[in-house]
């Protein structure tokens, strides 16, 4: 069955550094990937979508790429804040069926 | 805009008792959806809705029941609680789930259930 897999090793660093997260896929290939947020609790947030056709797109200090040939997506924040620390969820669809990532916890260092 | 509401925000329930977690949106979505947010699994489909009077099994539906009578609500029934339904409930709304950019969805601030 097609899966959305992140590490789920939290992954800390220090503030102004670039954060790279990584999504990868398996047994389907998604027409595109989401990015969410999602802070302690509370429900996640819509950051950016990348096509499979898009090499890259940016938004600010994000940057999200997509390589359909290692079926992976990396999502980075550069000049990291503190105030980026927070989960960070990967998602696609297939057949009206959503499915996520089980999400990187950042934590950003001052 | 409220975007999507959702209640109660928490909720404790004992073996065996039925309730309905409520959810609503006022942007005019088609497409709702119910996750259950559990330690190390991620958000997990339980149902979802293509349009009102349209319901479909998400990944993990058994135990929960859905209904669709307008575009706005879309409330979730759990017929008779058990432990493993302890979980954060999140509601969320998109304009489609056909692929494209309409594909971003908004979700509701949870509910934390816990089952006695």
């Known amino acids: 069955s097609q899966k959305i897999e992140q590490n789920s090793e939290a992954l800390n660093i220090q503030e102004g550094k670039t954060a790279t997260l990584t999504c990868n896929y398996t047994n389907y290939s998604p027409a595109y990937l989401q990015w969410y947020r999602q802070d302690p609790g509370r429900g996640p947030v819509f950051l950016l979508l990348i096509r499979e056709n898009e090499k890259e797109k940016r938004k600010e200090r994000l940057k999200v790429t997509f390589d359909t040939t290692l079926k992976q997506s990396l999502f980075h924040i550069t000049a990291s804040q503190p105030a980026d620390s927070a989960t960070y969820l990967c998602a696609s669809n297939t057949g009206n069926q959503f499915y996520f990532g089980t999400g990187t916890s950042l934590t950003v260092i001052p | 805009n409220a975007g999507v509401t959702q209640t109660p925000k928490f909720q404790v329930l004992k073996t065996g008792q039925s309730m309905t977690l409520q959810c609503a949106q006022d942007?005019?979505?088609?497409?709702m959806s119910w996750y259950r947010q559990d330690p190390g699994m991620g958000l997990r489909l339980i149902h979802y809705s293509v349009g009102a009077g349209i319901t479909d099994q998400g990944e993990v539906p058994n135990g929960y029941n859905v209904s669709r009578s307008t575009t706005e609500d879309f409330p979730l029934r759990l017929l008779s609680a058990a432990p493993s339904q302890t979980s954060v409930y999140f509601c969320a709304s998109s304009y489609t789930a056909s692929g494209g950019a309409r594909d971003e969805q908004f979700f509701g601030p949870g509910t934390r259930l816990t089952v006695l």
């Open positions: 942007m005019n979505h088609e497409y």
